[in-house]
């Protein structure tokens, strides 16, 4: 057994999970609702397929041959960084019990249903029960794969390497002291006018001018496409088909594109990693199960969030494609200058429903699911007080009253898919965005580039220093690399510091 042995396994996992993503992609796209059955089956047999492939005996005696043949190899060779990032994620994963996994696989389900029908009733206590197993299942696989100060830890590690609750905690103080007094200050301004937003935009032309501009950010539509969904995504298949969806209405004409636009910044990223790394450990996350370029959620979010809000909520933005979107929608718009639009896209109003939350507001929604997480995974909080909870915390960080479950603890899918230690990687990746445009616009070609609309240097930047290098070096190291320092929320805070500034 040799590394070429240890490769060609890595790559067959890489496909079997490529044709799960592509499965999914499929179910909230394209599928009748009718498939829903069969699908799952097929999902959990090729899941289950992969996780044999990762943890079986074959695996272990390629890696093992591989460890032997790169005995003498340079200490910086990429291949060892390869089978070393292989082992750890594979021992992760070997750690869950397969009793775990398998009765995960069906609570899931279950879940699922209790929790949509919980919320369309605002029942949460129906709910609960299943709930509660929920969590119990997430502090057996906290406990089973180990590692860590608090028990939240390990869940944090499947999804952002290297992150605990000890630091998020520093980061969230530094956070919540800035932001709230930023958010008392927006919302005490005078409310823009968002009248015009309501106006009938017909679809077609909504996707026709988002589509533009993400074309001209750098979304390569040769080796993607858009389709319509629910909840919007990005999804790979290699970085050769990278897909993205967007929901779009015809009331509410930002929604549609500023969501497209987020999703075409994880798309880039994928299209943008080393074409050496397809169907190599750097292009597959074997702890989730997952076909995925970007080096961790809070990275993947990070180029989201960047095209999003760092470009294309920006003044100067509006200031370059205000007048095309005008010339698609003369009578919507006939009533409205630049600077109008540009306002109503950054309206702060603290509001219920975090999908919905505007930058200022977004990373409060975070703080709260994050702090009760870690409360239920320490067991300092039962399922059964989390509305209270919830509803203290809503108080305290946004000043709203929650009315119902349905618009508090019920709100979200995460928790019915045994998602625990994910919603840190948004506030992660919301700062590493702020850190890494920092770091860009010290280009003069990247600052001039942004004044006249044209992106290819800032894509081209972020290539080569994040894009290319996939899942080869860790958050942190990009971090180090590109800022010559860790995770640091200042220039986020600078960033919305001047927004408010600028709205007010
Ligand atoms: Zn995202």
Known sequence: ???????????????????????????????????????????????????????????????????????????????????????????????IPSRIVSEMAGLKTRAHAAWAEARAKNDFAGYAPLLDRMMAMQREISAAIGGGVHPYDPLIGMYEPGMNYQRLQTIYAR?????????????????????????PFPIAEQKAFGLKIAARMGYDLNRGRLDDTVHPFEISFTRDDVRITSRFRETWAPGGIFALWHEAGHGMYEQGVAPEFSRTIFATDIVNLYAVGGAS??????????????????????????????????????????????RAVNAVRPGFIRVEADELTYDMHIILRSEIEAALMAGDLGVADLPAVWAEKMRDYLGLAVPSDTLGVLQDVHWSHGYVGSFPTYTIGNIMSSQLFAKAQESGAIATGLEAGDYAPLHGWLAENVYRHGRSSTPEETLHRVTGGGLDPAPYIADLTAKVEALT
């Open 1 to 95: 057994m040799s590394y070429a042995d240890f490769e060609a396994r890595m790559a067959r996992i890489n496909d079997v999970i490529c044709a799960v993503n592509l499965l999914g992609w499929d179910a909230r796209t394209m599928m009748p609702p009718g498939g829903i059955d069969a699908r799952g089956h097929q999902v959990a047999t090729l899941t289950d397929l992969a996780r044999d492939l990762a943890t079986g005996e074959d695996m272990r005696r390629a890696m093992d041959g591989a460890r032997d043949e790169l005995a003498s190899a340079p200490g910086d060779d990429i291949r060892r960084r390869a089978l070393a990032r292989a082992e750890a994620e594979i021992g992760t994963l070997s750690r």
């Open 175 to 199: 956070l919540k002291s800035a932001l709230v007094p930023l958010i008392e200050r927006a919302a005490a301004a005078p409310q823009p006018r968002m009248d015009f937003l309501e106006r």
């Open 297 to 342: 959620f809070g990275m993947h979010e990070s180029q989201s969030r960047l095209w999003e809000n760092r470009v294309g909520r920006s003044r100067r933005f509006w200031a370059l494609h205000f007048g095309d979107l005008r010339d698609r929608f003369p009578a919507q718009l006939a009533d409205v200058t630049e600077e109008a639009f540009w």
